[in-house]
Structures are given as C-alpha cells and as structure tokens.
C-alpha cells in the first residue's frame, strides 16, 4: 500500500471519504470484471461448434484473473481499513465450521448452508480481535 502512496494504518480506521469511494469503486470494477469472466465461462460451456478445450480454458483464466483481481481489491481495502484480514477470515472460517452438524451441513432448498440452533455469529470475536478482549 505504502508503495502505491495509499494509507495503511496500524490500527482499525475510517478512512477519509475519497479513499473509501475509491476502494469501492475499484472493487465494483473487479466485480464487474467476474461478471464478464461468469459469461465467458457459461459461453464457452455452450459452445460446442468450436474448439471447446482452447475456449474455456481462456475462460477460466479469466475467471481466475477475475477472482485474483477482487481478493487483490479486497485486502487493499481491509489495509486501507487498518483492518488485519487474515484475522477475521479465521474468525468468521471457525463460525461457518460451526455450522456443521454432526459433521455436515443442513442447506436451504436454494443450496445455502443454514445456521444450526445455537449458533452465534463472528461480529463478536472480531470485535474483540480488532479491538481487544478475548476471542470467543
């Protein structure tokens, strides 16, 4: 960040208003970007008159240039938040394990994982891990 002349506080941050809009906007052109990458890969799936192999291989590096590209974002504007990603990504992975029941998952006629009875959400140990007091 320090290179690109961003901020990278040390400390969870409000960032100023300019710096927010950019993070945001950036992230919405890398969204926008998976967006198109969806398409091509759906496209190259359906297009069996040509040489299928070569089309969603180039598919699929964009699609994982796409995703590459948001993860990139993303952790730019976590630091640019003061805020240590890496942290809360382990925080909220331990809620979702929480999730299984007896090992598996219970999902939603759409496919979404549900939450189990008694589970509790990951606001509260990454409150504490970003501002202190103990985790979980």
């Not at 040390?10 to 927010?20: E, I, Q, R, W, Y």
């Not at 979702?96 to 007896?102: G, P, S, T």
Request: negative net charge.
């Amino acid at each position: 960040m320090l290179a690109g002349d961003q901020d990278a506080p040390l400390t969870p941050t409000v960032p100023d208003s300019p710096a927010a809009w950019l993070r945001m906007n950036m992230l919405l052109s890398e969204v926008n970007e998976y967006k198109e990458a969806k398409s091509d890969c759906y496209q190259a799936k359906l297009n069996l008159g040509t040489d299928q192999t070569t089309t969603q291989q180039a598919a699929l590096v964009s699609m994982a240039d796409a995703l590459a590209d948001m993860v990139y974002v993303i952790y730019g504007t976590a630091a640019t938040y003061g805020i240590d990603l890496d942290n809360v990504l382990d925080i909220v992975h331990d809620a979702n394990m929480r999730k299984l029941v007896d090992g598996k998952v219970v999902k939603d006629e759409h496919g979404k994982i549900q939450k189990p009875a008694g589970w509790t959400p990951p606001e509260p140990e990454i409150k504490a891990a970003m501002f202190g007091g103990a985790r979980g």
